[in-house]
């Protein structure tokens, strides 16, 4: 199982990016897909994420009115539009894949590998 992430960089206070994530080996059908990121120093947090449907998004409050999350499913891919960028949202963004609904850390199933997300002052 794997999940692969990209998309990140380096970007301006105000820009936008747009992250994405495949996921292979295996049929997410029953999986909450999501991202994470976690800032030098700091724990690891959660982001945002999407139900199966589509139907359920969750989010941050840092990131409301900001940051969309979609997905499809024929793809087995979702995907992070960020916008308004700021500063602060500069971190390694992980995808994430869990049956749960607590968007703990502890409780994700399957972690892609990072991608950074730098947004300049």
């Known amino acids: 199982v794997q999940l692969q992430a990209s998309g990140g960089g380096l970007v301006q206070a105000g820009g936008s990016l747009r992250l994405s994530c495949a996921a292979s080996?295996?049929?997410?059908?029953?999986?909450?897909l999501g991202w994470f990121r976690q800032a030098p120093g700091k724990e690891r947090e959660f982001v945002i994420g999407i139900s199966w449907s589509g139907s359920s998004t969750y989010y941050a409050d840092s990131v409301k009115g900001r940051f969309t999350i979609s997905r499809n499913n024929a793809k087995n891919t979702v995907y992070l539009q960020m916008n308004s960028l700021k500063p602060e949202d500069t971190a390694v963004y992980y995808c994430a894949a869990t049956k749960g609904s607590s968007w703990s850390p502890d409780d994700v199933d399957y972690w892609g590998k990072g991608t950074q997300v730098t947004v300049s002052s």
């Open positions: 080996g295996r049929t997410f059908s029953s999986y909450v």
